[in-house]
């Protein structure tokens, strides 16, 4: 069923398989230093690093959102230095024992600096006190085992107990196949903290980022009270393969996409990466006296 | 019995006589009323929902159902469920809590269906709902895995109070044939994949997954479909016995708190 959602969907930013061949593979080819300059594996526009940088690695031709480490992008949502992390040190053990998983964690480990596929904690945005949660899609793309669930579900336990909003990044690939079961479970946990917030008559946006997929997709991140999406990210629960499988077709590039989800009336907006701080701050605002948060 | 292997209950829930769910449901529940339809879209042959007595008890049954033969699984899309079928799973169980009714729910799934009108009317989305939804829900929930329990697919009918298993039944969180493709980008060694994936209902009351296994007889429930549905009535019985004169918040902190303990991480400090 699942079959693909571990692996990485490039295809959906305009095509064919050569077009959206790793950056890096080309940047050889031609010679570049990787460091200097940036080519966008959806249009192939070459611009300097620190422009796409500054453009919040957004390639300025066509608009291409890359995926970004949960760092930055707490960086470019929340108030500066306003980061306090819940859970920094949570590992997860190996509950089928999987073989070689501890060890396929640890060089991640080592190559991220993270310890899980996710980041939470309480913060500001323009002086509204939040929860956050984002994933980071390095971390074996952002799957959801045991440390995913219970530093969600805490995170959403906190905003409740707090009466606090919460807004969660998501992006995965779905649940963590190496935890077998015990990872499907982590739907059910995550989706009851969300009922317990939303019972509470409190505010859960949703921002879905790339690729939000599989479990994460049949489970909390399609419960926010506002869904919003960055342009053109892959959203679906089934993998493309498989449904390509099925139905023994070429399926459309936009399939899945954010636009497409919009249309079939299951995302409230497309934003834009560098609006995406300003809009979550009007939201909060509008919702002050539901869960919207206090000023400091 | 408790020492086959994964791979070989595969073999068993795949049993072309395995009794399925329409074989069940006369043999468990008295005047059982089919109710068709989501309201929404459609009304999805995967997922059958109903009203009927269980020992003289008011009850609302959902269930999977398995094709015993091509037309019916062709009717029921090999028990595959579209979103309409989680949403009709949904307006069914509102309506047994809206009649104090107990909700049995019958998983027998290689998954939700994998397709173009699937992803459409949001699979993702109509799964969540119903996880959310159903750990409120102010009505005792037994989930019984009968055969399969493929992944999200089943899982949407599976936040229950009680989660029990036919000894036989698999539950997973990817179909071993998905596990095996892309672990070893093949997918024929789903037999290999299935022995190690833990997904036995012994494997998952050591996990704290599965709290009840319901016996079947020697090679399987079709060697006794009528057995197998007396004991399922008999685990019934005793987990309305156990559940239902449960006040209502203590119920909804039970099941919250058998969702909430699952997970297996450990918290360094460093």
């Known amino acids: 069923m699942l079959e693909d959602l571990f692996s990485v969907v490039k295809t959906r930013f305009n095509g064919t398989e050569s077009n959206s061949s790793n950056s890096k593979k080309d940047v050889k080819k031609t010679d570049i230093p990787n460091d200097l300059l940036f080519k966008c594996p959806r249009c192939s526009n070459v611009t300097f690093m620190d422009d796409f940088i500054g453009n919040a690695k957004v390639c300025p031709k066509c608009n291409y959102h890359s995926r970004i480490s949960a760092k930055e992008r707490i960086d470019m949502t929340i108030d500066k230095g306003s980061l306090i992390e819940f859970d920094k040190n949570m590992t997860s053990k190996n509950p089928i024992d999987f073989q070689d998983y501890e060890q396929k964690q640890e060089s991640i480990r080592e190559k991220t600096g993270l310890k899980d596929a996710i980041i939470t904690g309480e913060a500001t945005i323009r002086g509204d006190r939040i929860v956050i949660a984002v994933m980071d899609s390095r971390y074996m793309m952002a799957s959801m085992g045991s440390v995913v669930g219970e530093k969600l579900t805490r995170a959403f336990e906190f905003a409740t107990q707090n009466k606090l909003p919460i807004i969660v990044f998501t992006a995965s690939g779905g649940a963590r196949m190496q935890e077998g079961t015990v990872s499907l479970m982590q739907m059910a946990k995550t989706s009851g903290a969300v009922a317990r917030h939303n019972k509470a008559g409190l505010l859960y946006i949703t921002v879905m980022t790339d690729p939000t997929t599989g479990g994460v997709t049949a489970s909390f991140a399609s419960l926010g009270d506002i869904i919003i999406a960055e342009p053109k990210v892959l959203i679906g629960f089934a993998g493309r393969r498989v449904i390509e499988g099925t139905i023994k077709q070429r399926l459309p590039d936009d399939f899945q996409s954010a636009e497409f989800l919009m249309e079939k009336g299951f995302v409230d907006m497309i934003v834009e990466r560098k609006k995406i701080r300003r809009t979550l701050s009007h939201l909060l605002k509008l919702h002050q006296s539901k869960g919207g948060g206090s000023d400091e | ?270």
């Open chain 2, 1 to 270: 019995m408790n020492n086959l292997p994964a791979s070989e209950r595969l073999d068993i829930v795949r049993n072309k006589f395995r009794p399925t769910v329409r074989d069940y449901i006369p043999m468990i529940f008295d005047d059982f009323f089919e109710l068709h339809g989501d309201r929404y879209y459609g009304d999805d042959g995967a997922i059958i929902g109903g009203i009927g007595y269980f020992n003289g008890t008011p009850v609302t049954v959902i269930a999977q159902v398995k094709g015993r033969n091509i037309e019916e699984n062709k009717a029921s899309n090999f028990s595959m469920p579209h979103p309409e079928g989680y949403r009709k799973a949904l307006r069914l169980a509102h309506q047994a809590e809206k009649f104090h009714r107990p909700l049995i729910c019958l998983i027998d799934t290689p998954g939700a269906f994998c397709g173009v009108e699937a992803e459409e009317r949001g699979q993702g989305e109509a799964i969540a709902k119903n996880l959310m939804e159903f750990m409120t829900l102010k009505t005792p929930i037994f989930s019984i895995v009968l055969g399969e329990g493929g992944s999200g697919g089943a899982l949407a009918l599976g936040v229950c109070d009680e989660l029990a298993m036919l000894s036989n039944a698999l539950y997973c969180v990817i179909s071993p044939r998905g596990f095996a493709s892309i672990l070893w980008k093949d997918a024929t060694r789903e037999r290999e994949a299935c022995d190690i994936m833990k997904i036995t209902a012994e494997n998952l009351k050591d996990l704290g997954i599965c709290d009840y296994i319901i016996d079947e007889p020697e090679g399987g429930a079709h060697n006794n479909p009528d057995l197998v549905a007396e004991n399922i009535s008999s685990y019934l019985c005793d987990a309305f016995k156990r559940n239902l004169q449960k006040p209502i918040d203590e119920l909804l902190n039970d099941r919250y708190t058998k969702f909430r303990k699952i997970g297996e991480f450990e918290e360094n400090s460093d």
